[in-house]
Nanobody
Framework: EVLLVESGGGLVQAGGSLRLSCAASGFAFDEYAVGWFRQAPGKEREGVSCLVISDGRTLYADSVKGRFTISSDNAKNTVYLQMNSLKPEDTAVYYC?????????????????WGQGTQVTVSS
């Protein structure tokens, strides 16, 4: 059974940093791609970043380029999202998700397994 568990969310002031973690189990970690998504109240879920585990290819939404960094620790089956220079508009529930396609994608339809989400709140 695929299991994705996010952690690391919290309340931070604008300009601050957080690191989200996505601990994965139940599948061959290095054969997939993992994405981070977020959903703010009243808004659709949007892709933030994607990492192809096998070769390290990454993809970022324009809104987070230069501020967020996705990475993985394959020994720990964990994907991270380092978020710097946070803005109030980054406030959302953040989810990690798994796609069996080793491609850079942020289309939620490509992802079949999702974590439960972690809340990130950025105060102004």
């Amino acid at each position: 059974e695929v299991l994705l568990v996010e952690s690391g969310g919290g309340l931070v002031q604008a300009g601050g940093s957080l690191r989200l973690s996505c601990a994965a189990s139940g599948f061959a970690f290095d054969e997939y791609a993992v994405g981070w998504f977020r959903q703010a109240p009243g808004k659709e879920r949007e892709g933030v970043s994607c990492l192809v585990i096998s070769d390290g290819r990454t993809l970022y939404a324009d809104s987070v380029k230069g501020r967020f960094t996705i990475s993985s620790d394959n020994a720990k089956n964990t994907v991270y999202l380092q978020m710097n220079s946070l803005k109030p508009e980054d406030t959302a529930v953040y989810y990690c998700a798994l796609t069996p396609f080793s491609i850079q994608t942020m289309d939620p339809a490509d992802f079949g397994s999702w974590g439960q989400g972690t809340q990130v709140t950025v105060s102004s």
